[in-house]
Structure formats: structure tokens, C-alpha cells
């Protein structure tokens, strides 16, 4: 149910990147990959929009994730966010069908 204008929390935690600051990007990616990695994330200033864009050649070059396998760890969970959000957005969708339609005037 949305309330105040607002996603339910269960669904809204799927869009929490969203809001993510470059530090939250890189905290993220030092629990995924280990310590110092999220460094370049911070560096770059990669917040949690430019994250869900990132591609395998981005993330080697400039930001220096060498090891393939980080790499297709990295964009696994890019690729999950997108999965949650695209589905938090359907099914918000559903539950207010004229919710984000903008009136036309007569």
C-alpha cells in the first residue's frame, strides 16, 4: 500500500540505490569485493545511478577492477538491482494504475 505518497518499504528498499552517494557506492563495493576496492568508486565519484550504467570495460578501465571475476560479480549485482526496480516499479504500477499519468486538460 503506498502511504504519503510513498513506495512500501519493501519495495522502495529495492530502489534504495537510487540515493546513493559515491561513498555508499564504494562502502558497497568493499563488502562485495573486500577493502579498497570501492576505493575508485570513490575517486570517480561513481553515486549509485552512474553504478547501474557502469559496463565491464568502465569498471576495468578507468576504474581498474582487473580480475574478471570481480568484474562479472560486480555487474551480476548491477544487473539484480535493475531486475528489483524494473519489478518494484510493475508492481507499483498495478496497485495505482493512474499513479505518474498526468491529467490532460479539457
Known amino acids: ?8 518499504k519493501d519495495e522502495a528498499d529495492d ?8 561513498e555508499n557506492v564504494a562502502s558497497w563495493v568493499d563488502g ?9 568508486f570513490r575517486r570517480f565519484g561513481i553515486d549509485g545511478p552512474t553504478l547501474m ?19 562479472i560479480k560486480l555487474l551480476g549485482h548491477i544487473r539484480a538491482f535493475q531486475l528489483k526496480s524494473a519489478m518494484a516499479v510493475r508492481i507499483a504500477k498495478q496497485r495505482h ?7 490532460r486538460p479539457p
Not at 530502489?15 to 559515491?22: A, G, H, K, N, V
Not at 550504467?53 to 568484474?71: A, C, F, M, N, W
Open 97 to 103: 494504475p493512474s499513479a505518474g499519468r498526468s491529467e
Open 32 to 40: 562485495l569485493l573486500g577493502l579498497g576496492c570501492g576505493e575508485p
Open 53 to 71: 550504467g557502469l559496463t565491464d570495460v568502465e569498471l576495468k578501465d578507468p576504474l581498474g577492477i582487473q580480475d574478471s571475476l570481480h568484474r
Open 1 to 8: 500500500e503506498v502511504r504519503g505518497g510513498q513506495m512500501p
Open 15 to 22: 530502489l534504495e540505490w537510487i540515493s546513493w552517494s559515491p
